[in-house]
Nanobody, 121 residues
Framework: QVQLEESGGRWVRPGDSLKLSCAAS????????MGWFRQAPGKEREFVAA??????TPYYTKKGQFTISRDNATNTVYLLMYNLTPDDTGMYYC????????????????WGQGTQVTVSS
């Protein structure tokens, strides 16, 4: 079992940057691929980014706007977001899988409770 706890979500203005964190606990962190999804009110969950357990070949829904990274020594994965717009508003979820990192939410075994990001002026 893996427990995931997100943090860092808050209200920001358009154009701001924001860094989210996800602390993992429970079973060994390193073999797990990690990722982020988001969900806006009234919309389906959307893939944001994913990273393999070795930290290579990250995947993004929008290249240039997000950077995902991980620190296996502290069991933490990060999502750095740039130039935020109101369309980026939503609940951001940290996810993990013992399988391959994909953009399909059904492929992830564990989900955090989410952290809210609100972008408005």
């Amino acid at each position: 079992q893996v427990q995931l706890e997100e943090s860092g979500g808050r209200w920001v203005r358009p154009g701001d940057s924001l860094k989210l964190s996800c602390a993992a606990s429970g079973r060994t962190f390193s073999p797990y691929a990690m990722g982020w999804f988001r969900q806006a009110p009234g919309k389906e969950r959307e893939f944001v980014a994913a990273i393999t357990w070795r930290g290579g070949t990250p995947y993004y829904t929008k290249k240039g706007q997000f950077t995902i990274s991980r620190d296996n020594a502290t069991n933490t994965v990060y999502l750095l977001m740039y130039n935020l717009t109101p369309d980026d508003t939503g609940m951001y979820y940290c996810v993990s899988t013992s399988g391959v990192a994909t953009m399909n939410p059904d492929d992830y075994d564990y989900w955090g409770q989410g952290t809210q990001v609100t972008v408005s002026s």
